[in-house]
C-alpha cells in the first residue's frame, strides 16, 4: 500500500479555511468563556445570596454533562424555548451561533472554578488594604484581586484553552467545518485518510505541545518567584 501525501498539498486552502474556524471559535470561547467564568467566580467567592446558589447549580451541571450533549440541547431546545416566548412564530437558531454560544458557556463553567481558586490563593490581607485604602468592594475585585488571581492560574488557563482548541472539533455534529472536519471530508472524498488524519493529528500536536511547554514555562516561572519571596526558615531565622 502507498501512500501519496502531496494530496494535502493541493487541499490546503480548504484545511486553511477550517483551521480558521477553528482559531475563531477557539479564541471566542476563551475570551467568553473567561470573561463570564471570572463574573460567576466573584459571584460565588463574595457568596452572594441566592445568586451563589445559582452559580454553583449552573457550574455543576455544566461540568458533569458532555460537551456534545450540551450542543444538542442549545441547537434543538433553545428555539423551542424562544418559540414559547414568542407566540408560537417559528424561531430557529443557527450552527454558528449555537457552536460559539454553547461553548462560550460550557467553558465559563470551568473557568469559574479556575479562577475561583485564584481568588482563595489571593492573602485576605490584599482585600482588606483595598478596604483601607477606600476602594467599594468592585474596585477592590477589578484593580486589586481578580488581576492577582488571574495571574496565579495562567498555567492552569492555557491547559484549559488547549482542552477548548481539541474540543472544537465536535462541531461536526452541527454540520460545522472546523479543521478536522476538513481533513476528514477530503480524506473520504479523495479515499486519503491514512494521510490527513496523520496531516491533521501533527498539526494539532505542534500546536498542543507548544502551548503545553508554554504551561510548564509559566508553572516554572511561578515557582521561582514563589521562592524566591518566601524565605527559607533558617534565612528567617538567620535574618532575626
Do not use: N
Not at 19 to 35: D, E
Not at 94 to 105: D, E, H, N
Not at 111 to 126: A, T
Request: glycine share 6%; proline share 4%.
Amino acid at each position: 500500500m502507498t501512500y501519496d501525501f502531496s494530496a494535502i498539498a493541493r487541499a490546503l486552502p480548504y484545511l486553511g479555511e477550517g483551521m480558521i474556524f477553528t482559531l475563531k471559535l477557539t479564541l471566542f470561547a476563551f475570551l467568553g468563556g473567561l470573561v463570564l467564568g471570572t463574573v460567576l467566580a466573584v459571584i460565588r467567592h463574595i457568596s452572594v445570596p441566592v445568586l451563589d446558589r445559582v452559580v454553583w447549580a449552573y457550574v455543576t451541571v455544566m461540568r458533569s454533562i458532555p460537551l456534545i450533549m450540551v450542543l444538542f440541547w442549545f441547537f434543538f431546545l433553545v428555539p423551542l424555548v424562544l418559540r414559547k416566548f414568542s407566540g408560537g412564530m417559528a424561531v430557529s437558531v443557527s450552527p454558528q451561533l449555537t457552536a460559539f454560544a454553547t461553548y462560550t458557556l460550557f467553558e465559563a463553567a470551568y473557568f469559574c472554578e479556575i479562577i475561583r481558586s485564584g481568588l482563595f490563593s489571593v492573602p485576605r490581607g490584599q482585600f482588606e488594604g483595598a478596604k483601607a485604602l477606600g476602594f467599594s468592594t468592585f474596585q477592590s475585585y477589578t484593580l486589586v484581586i481578580v488581576p492577582q488571581a488571574l495571574k496565579a492560574v495562567v498555567p492552569i488557563m492555557v491547559t484549559q484553552a488547549i482542552i477548548l482548541f481539541q474540543d472544537t472539533s465536535l462541531v461536526y455534529v452541527l454540520s460545522l467545518t472546523d479543521f478536522v472536519g476538513a481533513a476528514s471530508k477530503i480524506a473520504q472524498r479523495d479515499g486519503k485518510l491514512v494521510e490527513f488524519y496523520t496531516f491533521a493529528a501533527l498539526i494539532y500536536f505542534i500546536i498542543c505541545s507548544g502551548f503545553a511547554e508554554l504551561a510548564d514555562h509559566l508553572l516554572h516561572r511561578r515557582s521561582l518567584k514563589d521562592t524566591v519571596r518566601t524565605p527559607s526558615p533558617s534565612a528567617a531565622t538567620a535574618a532575626s
